[in-house]
């Protein structure tokens, strides 16, 4: 009974330390990213507008810009890195400086 008890937390520990971690580099710029994590693996420009449907991995952007923005539409960035874990990061140009606005770091294996 008690491995079982020990088997049992073991696996409910494991099963946190591969849960993903949301939004937690919100407020990062560009050149901190790159100071912790180096080049991105994978560097991506989309325009997005209120009719934009992305994928489920991604933020939902009527939280994060005002409609009038939705509207013309907006320049993102999305920058993955892929180390022991993956990281990626959604960020919109403030005051001429790219700056996170929502991210998730996740270990590998994760299907979404």
């Known amino acids: 009974m008690k491995k079982?008890?020990?088997?049992l937390i073991?696996?409910?520990?494991?099963?946190?330390?591969?849960?993903?971690e949301s939004?937690?580099?919100?407020?990062?710029?560009?050149?901190?990213l790159e100071r912790l994590y180096g080049?991105?693996?994978?560097?991506?420009?989309?325009?997005?507008?209120?009719d934009y449907r992305g994928h489920e991995i991604e933020p939902d952007y009527s939280r994060h810009f005002a409609?009038?923005?939705?509207?013309?539409?907006?320049?993102?960035?999305?920058l993955t890195w892929q180390k022991n874990k993956t990281i990626t990061v959604w960020l919109k140009s403030e005051s001429g400086e790219w700056v996170v606005f929502s991210s998730v770091i996740?270990?590998?294996?994760?299907?979404?």
């Open 4 to 7: 079982l008890w020990v088997y």
């Open 10 to 20: 073991f696996i409910f520990f494991l099963s946190c330390a591969s849960s993903p």
């Open 23 to 32: 939004d937690s580099l919100i407020g990062k710029t560009l050149p901190e």
């Open 39 to 50: 080049k991105p693996a994978v560097e991506t420009e989309k325009v997005i507008n209120k």
């Open 67 to 78: 409609d009038d923005e939705l509207q013309k539409s907006v320049n993102i960035k999305i």
């Open 106 to 112: 996740y270990s590998d294996p994760v299907v979404f």
